[in-house]
């Protein structure tokens, strides 16, 4: 019944914007939450991730001070924001929802993709000229 629903990809020039949303059937207020991409051929990485109320985040070397990971836990929606896109974030987005790592767990937990048990069905950004 849990689910999680991407919306906002979609084909961009480089150096442009996206924000994408990722909507919640569920409570998510407790719940760390993360992005995550998978590109063709490629294997699922991390994107960012942000602690269950709101207060740290963290990103992957590739999008940090491009990308922005925030929430709005009274709307059960966690959103990122892309700037300065480039070709290579092409892939699918993907949020999830880790509903067991702790607040002390969050650093060594964001970034594993094993740490989150509810996954939506992803979003396609493509950044092509």
């Known amino acids: 019944q849990a689910q999680l629903v991407e919306s906002g990809g979609g084909l961009v020039q480089p150096g442009h914007s996206l924000r994408l949303s990722c909507a919640a059937s569920?409570?998510?207020?407790?719940?760390?939450m993360g992005w995550f991409r998978q590109a063709p051929e490629k294997e699922r990485e991390f994107v960012a991730a942000?602690?269950?109320?709101?207060?740290?985040?963290i990103y992957a070397d590739s999008v940090k001070g491009r990308f922005t990971i925030s929430r709005d836990n009274a709307m059960n929606t966690v959103y990122l924001q892309m700037n300065g896109l480039k070709s290579e974030d092409t892939a699918v987005y993907y949020c999830?929802?880790?509903?067991?790592?702790?607040?002390?767990?969050?650093?060594?937990?964001?970034?594993?993709?094993?740490?989150?048990?509810?996954w939506g069905q992803g979003t396609q950004v493509t950044v092509s000229s």
């Open positions: 999830a929802a880790d509903q067991q790592s702790s607040t002390a767990d969050f650093q060594n937990s964001a970034t594993r993709i094993g740490s989150y048990g509810l």
């Open positions: 569920i409570d998510i207020g407790a719940y760390h």
């Open positions: 942000i602690l269950w109320n709101g207060y740290g985040t």
